[in-house]
Nanobody, 115 residues
């Protein structure tokens, strides 16, 4: 069973930056398209970015130009570099396969952006 562990969240001011990490157990990670999702209070979980096994990326319009997804298959880790953060980016961030979720959700990492 693959386990996902997200880290790197925190409290930042608007305009700040954070880098999220997602460590996955198991070799199956290498061949999967992996994504970052976020869930703000009272909202559903939203896919914000994903990266294929070959490195092809996708971003939702609201984060284009500000978020960068990357992966290190040797480390079974996916990253999300976030710059120019806005208060509306405040959410719990999770990683999983994309666009279909295949693994149990991890605990997520909270990102809070103050005005």
């Amino acid at each position: 069973q693959v386990q996902l562990v997200e880290s790197g969240g925190g409290l930042v001011q608007a305009g700040g930056s954070l880098r999220l990490s997602c460590a996955a157990s198991g070799r199956a990670f290498t061949f999967k398209t992996m994504g970052w999702y976020r869930q703000a209070a009272e909202n559903g979980r939203e896919l914000v970015a994903h990266i294929s096994a070959g490195g092809r990326t996708y971003y939702v319009d609201s984060v284009k130009g500000r978020f960068t997804i990357s992966r290190d298959n040797a480390k079974n880790t996916v990253y999300l570099q976030m710059i120019s953060l806005k208060p509306e980016d405040t959410a719990a961030y999770y990683c999983n396969t994309a666009p279909q979720v295949q693994y149990p959700w991890g605990q997520g990492t909270q990102v809070t952006v103050s005005p």
